[in-house]
């Protein structure tokens, strides 16, 4: 469903301004992401009039694809937002994508070491200062064989509780068929079509000033989540499996049923 006309020019009056060389940097990549979209995909939104126009914003999405945050910046941008993603540390590590990654505030996420919270600061100094994060909480794309979520980490939760922002849950649909990781295909003929909807804000009422109780931290996790697989259900016409995909329970052939 499009827009209203009267919603787009508000959100151009007050989208987010890039300052300085991130001015350069964002134009930079709108240039090359937006027609890369579009030449690989039609894209169909629901719900994009859920991102608030301005203020802090966690946007909560499934992963199946390396083309999800391409698809997911442009859709985000097209909301008059600038999206920040939380990345693989390693990718600052390629000279040009370092500048990019640099200009456009990403930030970068430090598995296995001891900079590994620097990460979650990162993305708690950028919702106070009004930034829009979206989090992939599977942690990588995931591995269950249908393209359902994982098991999703924590991380959302320490940041859905540590402010009162909204939290919104979304899901992707479509982008594993332009690309499969696990296959190594790459399949842009003939062009896809690529489903993404927003769901209502998590109402966290119940949960504000517990970001350090385990319990709370779980139950709003696996809320988050549930969020999204509901929706990912939606746009792709199916029901979703009950449980989210485990490969350590999958390994151990548990099927998690009792």
């Known amino acids: ?99 990019v990654l640099v200009g456009v505030e990403q930030i970068p996420v430090y598995r296995g070491t001891a900079d590994a ?37 924590v991380g959302v939760a320490r940041l859905a509780l540590a402010h009162d922002i909204p939290v919104i849950p979304a899901a992707r649909w479509g982008t594993r068929d332009i690309y499969d990781h696990y296959e190594k295909k790459f399949r842009p003929f003939p062009r896809k079509i690529v489903r993404i909807a927003f769901g209502e804000p998590l109402d966290l009422s119940a949960y504000r000033g517990m970001e350090h109780d385990t319990h709370a931290l779980r139950d709003v996790t696996h809320l988050a989540m549930t969020g ?10 199916e029901q979703p499996p009950t449980e989210f995909y485990s490969p350590a329970r999958k390994s151990r052939g548990d099927d998690g049923e009792a």
């Open 1 to 99: 469903m499009a827009e209203p006309k009267s919603l787009r020019r508000q959100r151009r009056q007050t989208s987010e301004k890039a300052q300085g060389m991130g001015k350069f940097w964002l134009g930079l990549t709108r240039g090359v992401f937006y027609p890369l979209t579009a030449a690989l995909a039609r894209t169909e939104v629901t719900g994009l009039e859920r991102i608030p126009a301005e203020g802090p914003a966690l946007l909560v999405f499934n992963h199946v694809s390396h083309l999800d945050p391409i698809f997911d910046a442009v859709t985000v941008h097209r909301a008059g937002r600038v999206p920040r993603f939380l990345a693989k540390n390693t990718l600052w590590n390629v000279p040009v994508l370092k500048s």
């Open 117 to 153: 919270r620097k990460s979650l600061r990162d993305a708690h100094d950028a919702l106070q200062h009004g930034k829009t994060i979206v989090i992939y909480p599977d942690g990588t794309i995931t591995k269950d064989p249908d393209g359902w979520p994982m098991t999703p980490k």
């Open 228 to 237: 999204v697989r509901d929706l990912l259900g939606e746009i792709r016409g």
